[in-house]
């Protein structure tokens, strides 16, 4: 547990969320927190909402009801209908459950499209790709080169994303969202389909990236274990509710989140 | 709400459009419900290729552009067969080729592409059409052929008691409309009634599903293009008894997609609709409003309906993306 | 010497991000041009030169634009001969009306145009994709086709809706004789195709291809759709724009309406199908492959003692197209350029493939 660093400020904050797909409400008026430099989980069922509720923040889906604030030069602003790339912009990074890398580019492109929120040269310069153009390039491929020694996947660089197995290619998302480098990382099931040697790998970098860079984690997860081993606080959703929020340990001993783990019927 | 609101105001254009000659008197009401009867005529044809489009899409996710090159195709076979035999022999032939047809594009075309992306797929068709009207056309000539239906081509006065001067229309015209009507008819009869036309709509809303009540996906996508085919060849002989067969046939096809993006391109009553506006919406420009820009621009010519079907869908899609009967879809990640 | 890489050691991030990082590539490629620039103007036969060489650059400069909109941003269309006509006119019409304008300057001007009507037509790929874009292109081809026979003021009031050219002049030098059209359109597509390969190697030509790949995740990493759809709809209308331009004047000399039509539209998008969606090289492969069948349709049967009634070849010309394109959609969904880098592939473990 990330302990050392305690409970920083908020953050980000998620007020009232309410989010329908025609019939089905995949969040109901979902509140939390979350402080800086934590580790806050999600948890619940699947379909519980979790993946739309990292979709909401991220400004992917626009929600019904229910405000977004985000800490931005030092205030907790409130956000509404946000961009993704405005959101991206603010520091807030995301890997996805269900792959969503960029299958045509090798490992190397990948990353460096995680740095195209910091460049900037025109058209033109890049045309020509003289002065700044190339510069510019330089210095980014040295960033990305950073992140690629620290997932240890130097051996891949220039590999099509496509041809790697599926634990590489996860690190690769998440080399993809450090290279934004941002404040609070989203990671949406980052260990799901691994053994257990790729998990272990995987928990290492998210703490350590929790730890030395003093990112502030957001992150969904099935394996209750590794919940319970690296949270600081814990989110419980249920049928797009909010079934209970606390410690590692005040969850555990929740009533309804039992039940909803069990399968009791509501 | 701001869906509704984009449906109605195109309505409103379109209703505009109908009623706005009228007002400024650019025409009698004989000449006008002539004009909408001609486009009616155009998009009854329309409407012939798009179901058959529709159909396809519905089945197997495929936007066929081939729909054009079979339509020309079996309106080719049939002519060119027809001079050796009777017409209806020459058509029942037609369809056995059109099921051939069906055939050899499933095995070579969709079985090894089968779960491609959409716009690979509608490519592989673009193929396919290039193909078929290099090949129909190497096999049953490329000048223009006549398919006689029988039926008289002399106008007929109607109406004549309701619009001053009545209203000239060709009983060819009408008895399109008709056989198009039938063929509808019979395709929802088909859907309603027989178990493969059920096998088909329960591939239509759901592959896995279908799959796994024991239809063979393979054997419906025959079906389908089988039955694509025969509508191709009924537009086709109903397109070639009014203007021959001519290569220009395989070119509607284009002018069928913004017909099933009007309707959504999973609707058959929408595809209908669809053509019939598009028909309409189309003669109606070229007549009254073609002459307007003519003068206004001194323009060479009016022939905006070449254009006018596009940029209609294109404005049409700006407002209601997922077209008039289709609905919304959110991406997941 | 073989065909390795053994022993190149890349020192520097430069000199790992150039754009042929073998040294054999490097020197291929400097061979391959001097011998362009050098040896074919003085080899090559008129015919040679002017039914191969200049429409094949000319149609690989344009598939090399419609490649940057299709196979690296992933935006279909079926109407970018529509961009090349808005290019061709719009050369034509400046020279008409500022006569003294060098001609590179018309040609800038030209793509500059194109891009803007371009990016117009390219405003609806922010709210739909694949069918539905396919059918914006359509209008964008059908409208401008229209534009150009109806309105009269573009052809200069011609009665008969067609266009001739001047002989292009830069400088004094005359671009008349078949020798000089093929060097000029070297020079141009050399040019345009490296600025292509920088684009599709920086940031942006990453934002494109991540906005192919998977929109959501793009847009999520801080990539604007607005700007990334938008840049490659105006450099892919410049491109295609300019070899508009460069195929009325170069190629064609006079045109008339619909020299631009929707069958030039569809064979541009037969040459990057058949040559390698998202590859520059592929383009040129697909260009080549496009030009020559049609000679190879002509010479082959000839020689082999049955020659083809006309009709017959060019039927059978869209047959062999339409199942190429099926064939590669199968079996190469990246065409010859991916071919060409299995060869490649294989050359580098020659003679010891363990
Ligand atoms: N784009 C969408 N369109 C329609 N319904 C959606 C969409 N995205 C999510 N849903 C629905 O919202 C509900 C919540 O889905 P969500 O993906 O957020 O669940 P989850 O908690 O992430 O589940 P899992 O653990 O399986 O990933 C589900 O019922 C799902 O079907
Ligand atoms: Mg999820």
Same mark, same amino acid.
């Given at each position: 547990?990330?302990?050392?660093?305690?409970?920083?400020?908020?953050?980000?904050?998620?007020? *009232?969320?309410?989010?329908?797909?025609?019939?089905? &409400?995949?969040?109901?008026?979902?509140?939390?927190?979350?402080?800086?430099?934590?580790? &806050?989980?999600?948890?619940?069922?699947?379909?519980?909402?979790?993946?739309?509720?990292?979709?909401?923040?991220?400004?992917?889906?626009?929600?019904?009801?229910?405000?977004?604030?985000? &800490?931005?030069?030092?205030?907790?602003?409130?956000?509404?209908?946000?961009?993704?790339?405005?959101?991206?912009?603010? *520091?807030?990074?995301?890997?996805?459950?269900?792959?969503?890398?960029?299958?045509? $580019?090798?490992?190397?492109?990948?990353?460096?499209? *995680? &740095?195209?929120?910091?460049?900037?040269?025109?058209?033109?310069?890049?045309?020509?790709?003289?002065?700044?153009?190339?510069?510019?390039?330089?210095?980014?491929?040295?960033?990305?080169?950073?992140?690629?020694?620290?997932?240890?996947?130097?051996?891949?660089?220039?590999?099509?994303?496509?041809?790697? %197995?599926?634990?590489?290619?996860?690190?690769?998302?998440?080399?993809?969202?450090?290279?934004?480098? %941002?404040?609070?990382?989203?990671?949406?099931?980052?260990?799901?389909? $691994?053994?257990?040697?790729?998990?272990?790998? $995987?928990?290492?970098?998210?703490?350590?990236?929790?730890?030395?860079?003093?990112?502030?984690?957001?992150?969904?997860?099935?394996?209750?274990?590794?919940?319970?081993?690296?949270?600081?606080?814990?989110?419980?959703?249920?049928?797009?509710?909010?079934? *209970?929020?606390?410690?590692?340990?005040?969850?555990?001993?929740?009533?309804?989140?039992?039940?909803?783990?069990?399968?009791?019927?509501? | 709400?701001?869906?509704?609101?984009?449906?109605?105001?195109?309505?409103?254009?379109?209703?505009?459009?109908?009623?706005?000659?009228?007002?400024?008197?650019?025409?009698?009401?004989?000449?006008?419900?002539?004009?909408?009867?001609?486009?009616?005529?155009?998009?009854?044809?329309?409407?012939?290729?798009?179901?058959?489009?529709?159909?396809?899409?519905?089945?197997?996710?495929?936007?066929?552009?081939?729909?054009?090159?079979?339509?020309?195709?079996?309106?080719?076979?049939?002519?060119?067969?027809?001079?050796?035999?009777?017409?209806?022999?020459?058509?029942?032939?037609?369809?056995?080729?059109?099921?051939?047809?069906?055939?050899?594009?499933?095995?070579?075309?969709?079985?090894?592409?089968?779960?491609?992306?959409?716009?690979?797929?509608?490519?592989?068709?673009?193929?396919?059409?290039?193909?078929?009207?290099?090949?129909?056309?190497?096999?049953?000539?490329?000048?223009?052929?006549?398919?006689?239906?029988?039926?008289? #081509?002399?106008?007929?006065?109607?109406?004549?008691?309701?619009?001053?001067?009545?209203?000239?229309?060709?009983?060819?015209?009408?008895?399109?409309? =008709?056989?198009?009507?039938?063929?509808?008819?019979?395709?929802?009869?088909?859907?309603?009634?027989?178990?493969?036309?059920?096998?088909?709509?329960?591939?239509?809303?759901?592959?896995?599903?279908?799959?796994?009540?024991?239809?063979? =996906?393979?054997?419906?996508?025959?079906?389908?293009?089988?039955?694509?085919?025969?509508?191709?060849?009924?537009?086709?002989?109903?397109?070639?008894?009014?203007?021959?067969?001519?290569?220009?046939?395989?070119?509607?096809?284009?002018?069928?997609?913004?017909?099933?993006?009007?309707?959504?391109?999973?609707?058959?009553?929408?595809?209908?609709?669809?053509?019939?506006?598009?028909?309409?919406?189309?003669?109606?420009?070229?007549?009254? =409003?073609?002459?307007?820009?003519?003068?206004?621009?001194?323009?060479?010519?009016?022939?905006?309906?070449?254009?006018?079907?596009?940029?209609?869908?294109?404005?049409?899609?700006?407002?209601?993306?997922?077209?008039?009967?289709?609905? #919304?879809?959110?991406?997941?990640? | 010497?073989?065909?390795?890489?053994?022993?190149?050691?890349?020192?520097?991030?430069?000199?790992?991000?150039?754009?042929?990082?073998?040294?054999?590539?490097?020197?291929? @490629?400097?061979?391959?041009?001097?011998?362009?620039?050098?040896?074919?103007?003085?080899?090559?036969?008129?015919?040679?030169?002017?039914?191969?060489?200049?429409?094949?650059?000319?149609?690989?400069?344009?598939?090399? !634009?419609?490649?940057?909109?299709?196979?690296?941003?992933?935006?279909?269309?079926?109407? +970018?001969?529509?961009? @090349?006509?808005?290019?061709?006119?719009?050369?034509?019409?400046?020279?008409?009306?500022?006569?003294?304008?060098?001609?590179?300057?018309?040609?800038?001007?030209?793509?500059?145009?194109?891009?803007?009507?371009?990016?117009?037509?390219?405003?609806?790929?922010?709210?739909?994709?694949?069918?539905?874009?396919?059918?914006?292109?359509?209008?964008?081809?059908?409208?401008?086709?229209?534009?150009?026979?109806? /309105?009269?003021?573009?052809?200069?009031?011609?009665?008969?809706?067609?266009?001739?050219?001047?002989?292009?002049?830069?400088? !004094?030098?005359? /671009?008349?004789?078949?020798?000089?059209?093929?060097?000029?359109?070297?020079?141009?597509?050399?040019?345009?195709?490296?600025?292509?390969?920088?684009?599709?190697?920086?940031?942006?030509?990453?934002?494109?291809?991540?906005?192919?790949?998977?929109?959501?995740?793009?847009?999520?990493?801080?990539?604007?759709?607005?700007?990334?759809?938008?840049?490659?709809?105006?450099?892919?209308?410049?491109?295609?724009?300019?070899?508009?331009?460069?195929?009325?004047?170069? +190629?064609?000399?006079?045109?008339?309406?619909?020299?631009?039509?929707?069958?030039?539209?569809?064979?541009?998008?037969?040459?990057?199908?058949?040559?390698?969606? !998202?590859?520059?090289?592929?383009?040129?492969?697909?260009?080549?492959?496009?030009?020559?069948?049609?000679?190879?349709?002509?010479?082959?049967?000839?020689?082999?003692?049955?020659?083809?009634?006309?009709?017959?070849?060019? +039927?059978?010309?869209?047959?062999?197209?339409?199942?190429?394109?099926?064939?590669?959609?199968?079996?190469?969904?990246?065409?010859?350029?991916?071919?060409?880098?299995?060869?490649?592939?294989?050359?580098?473990?020659?003679?010891?493939?363990?």
């Amino acid at each position: 547990m990330s302990d050392a660093q305690g409970a920083g400020d908020v953050i980000l904050a998620v007020e *009232g969320v309410t989010l329908s797909f025609g019939g089905v &409400r995949a969040l109901n008026e979902v509140s939390f927190d979350v402080r800086e430099h934590e580790v &806050r989980s999600i948890i619940g069922p699947n379909g519980a909402g979790k993946s739309s509720m990292l979709n909401v923040i991220n400004g992917v889906y626009h929600p019904q009801q229910g405000t977004i604030r985000l &800490r931005m030069d030092g205030a907790l602003r409130e956000f509404h209908d946000m961009d993704p790339h405005e959101v991206a912009l603010s *520091g807030i990074a995301r890997t996805f459950q269900n792959l969503a890398l960029f299958k045509g $580019m090798s490992v190397l492109d990948n990353i460096m499209t *995680g &740095r195209n929120l910091r460049m900037h040269t025109n058209l033109l310069l890049q045309a020509l790709r003289i002065g700044p153009a190339a510069r510019e390039e330089i210095e980014h491929r040295e960033a990305v080169e950073l992140i690629i020694d620290f997932l240890e996947i130097q051996a891949y660089r220039k590999t099509p994303v496509g041809r790697l %197995p599926y634990g590489l290619q996860k690190r690769v998302d998440l080399g993809r969202a450090l290279a934004m480098e %941002p404040s609070v990382l989203l990671l949406d099931e980052p260990m799901a389909g $691994m053994n257990v040697e790729e998990k272990q790998d $995987m928990c290492r970098f998210i703490l350590d990236v929790n730890d030395q860079m003093g990112t502030t984690i957001v992150l969904i997860e099935h394996d209750m274990g590794v919940v319970m081993d690296i949270s600081d606080r814990v989110v419980v959703l249920d049928y797009g509710r909010k079934i *209970g929020d606390g410690t590692p340990e005040e969850v555990r001993g929740n009533q309804a989140v039992i039940d909803a783990y069990l399968g009791v019927s509501h | 709400m701001k869906q509704h609101i984009g449906i109605v105001s195109v309505g409103v254009l379109l209703l505009a459009g109908l009623v706005a000659p009228l007002a400024t008197g650019a025409g009698t009401p004989g000449f006008y419900t002539e004009v909408l009867l001609g486009g009616l005529m155009a998009g009854v044809l329309y409407s012939l290729v798009a179901l058959g489009i529709v159909l396809i899409f519905k089945a197997s996710g495929v936007f066929n552009f081939a729909q054009g090159a079979m339509v020309l195709f079996a309106a080719l076979s049939v002519a060119r067969m027809a001079e050796a035999m009777p017409l209806w022999a020459a058509a029942l032939l037609g369809m056995g080729i059109m099921v051939l047809v069906a055939i050899v594009i499933e095995r070579l075309v969709l079985r090894p592409l089968v779960n491609q992306d959409g716009v690979v797929l509608l490519m592989a068709t673009l193929g396919v059409s290039y193909f078929m009207d290099g090949f129909g056309q190497t096999v049953w000539g490329s000048d223009i052929y006549s398919i006689e239906l029988g039926i008289a #081509k002399e106008p007929v006065m109607i109406l004549e008691g309701v619009f001053q001067g009545g209203i000239l229309i060709n009983k060819d015209d009408v008895a399109a409309a =008709l056989v198009a009507a039938l063929l509808v008819a019979l395709l929802a009869l088909f859907f309603q009634k027989t178990s493969t036309g059920r096998a088909l709509r329960a591939v239509a809303d759901d592959h896995q599903a279908a799959q796994s009540i024991g239809i063979p =996906l393979n054997r419906i996508w025959v079906i389908v293009w089988s039955v694509a085919g025969v509508v191709a060849l009924v537009a086709g002989m109903v397109w070639g008894a009014k203007l021959g067969v001519q290569f220009s046939i395989s070119q509607v096809a284009l002018k069928a997609l913004p017909v099933v993006i009007l309707g959504g391109f999973t609707s058959v009553p929408g595809a209908i609709i669809g053509g019939l506006i598009i028909g309409v919406g189309e003669k109606m420009a070229e007549v009254f =409003l073609a002459p307007v820009l003519v003068k206004t621009f001194d323009l060479a010519g009016g022939g905006i309906e070449n254009w006018f079907a596009y940029v209609l869908a294109l404005l049409f899609l700006l407002v209601r993306p997922q077209g008039l009967f289709g609905e #919304k879809l959110i991406d997941r990640v | 010497m073989f065909y390795r890489e053994n022993g190149q050691y890349k020192t520097t991030y430069g000199a790992d991000q150039q754009m042929l990082p073998i040294l054999q590539d490097r020197i291929f @490629m400097a061979v391959l041009l001097l011998f362009a620039f050098i040896g074919v103007p003085l080899l090559a036969s008129d015919y040679l030169l002017l039914s191969i060489l200049v429409p094949f650059l000319i149609l690989a400069l344009a598939a090399t !634009g419609l490649n940057l909109l299709v196979g690296y941003c992933g935006q279909i269309s079926v109407g +970018h001969a529509a961009f @090349m006509a808005v290019g061709a006119y719009s050369a034509y019409n400046i020279v008409l009306r500022v006569p003294q304008l060098n001609f590179l300057v018309v040609l800038v001007l030209a793509g500059l145009i194109a891009a803007a009507v371009g990016m117009l037509f390219g405003i609806p790929s922010l709210r739909i994709k694949g069918l539905y874009l396919a059918v914006a292109t359509l209008a964008a081809q059908f409208f401008m086709d229209w534009t150009f026979a109806r /309105v009269k003021w573009f052809t200069n009031y011609a009665s008969s809706g067609s266009v001739s050219t001047a002989t292009i002049d830069l400088f !004094g030098w005359r /671009v008349d004789t078949p020798a000089r059209k093929y060097l000029f359109l070297l020079a141009v597509v050399t040019v345009f195709t490296l600025m292509a390969k920088n684009l599709v190697r920086g940031h942006l030509g990453r934002a494109w291809m991540a906005m192919r790949d998977m929109d959501v995740a793009a847009e999520v990493i801080g990539i604007r759709p607005v700007y990334a759809k938008l840049t490659a709809f105006a450099v892919s209308s410049f491109y295609v724009g300019v070899a508009g331009a460069l195929w009325g004047f170069v +190629h064609l000399g006079s045109w008339e309406p619909l020299a631009f039509d929707i069958n030039l539209s569809f064979t541009l998008l037969f040459m990057i199908i058949i040559g390698g969606m !998202g590859s520059i090289l592929g383009s040129f492969f697909g260009a080549l492959f496009i030009v020559a069948l049609p000679i190879l349709l002509n010479q082959v049967p000839a020689m082999l003692g049955l020659p083809l009634a006309t009709a017959t070849k060019s +039927h059978l010309e869209v047959m062999i197209f339409g199942s190429l394109i099926i064939f590669f959609l199968i079996a190469e969904p990246n065409g010859l350029a991916r071919l060409w880098a299995i060869g490649k592939e294989k050359l580098r473990l020659w003679p010891f493939p363990h």
